[in-house]
């Protein structure tokens, strides 16, 4: 079950690194939560955040992934016009979908501060 927890977080950055937002494995009902958008909930919602930013995205780096259970902590990085911005995500996996999304970076290279 870890690995497959961590095989779906994998198909979650792949997606993002290719903008391809349809193919994200998340739950309807999504909570997330990062310092640009606040706390969020729904997957239409979390699409629309995210689309926000594919046009900037040049590629997606992992570091690591760490497992417990249902929770998958990936350490990655963002290749971005903005320059290589840092991500520590913590991801809730429940029945084969991301549940729950919090990302903690350093928002001032995309808010220009």
């Known amino acids: 079950m870890l690995q497959e927890n961590i095989e779906i977080v994998e198909r979650h950055i792949n997606a993002v690194r290719a903008g391809e937002l349809p ?3 998340i739950d309807d009902n999504i909570s997330f939560e990062n310092p640009i958008s606040g706390r969020q909930a729904g997957a239409e919602s ?3 955040f995210l689309s926000g930013f594919l ?3 040049e590629g997606a780096k992992v570091h690591r992934y760490i ?5 998958v902590v990936a350490d990655w ?5 903005f320059g ?3 991500i520590l995500e913590l991801f809730r996996i429940d029945n084969g979908r991301i549940v729950e999304s919090k990302a903690f970076f350093d928002p001032r ?3 220009g501060g």
């Open 109 to 111: 290279p995309v808010l």
């Open 46 to 48: 979390y699409r629309a």
């Open 67 to 71: 497992c417990d259970g249902e929770y």
């Open 77 to 81: 990085e963002v290749e971005s016009v």
């Open 84 to 86: 290589i911005i840092p």
């Open 55 to 57: 046009s900037a995205i």
């Open 23 to 25: 193919a994200l494995p």
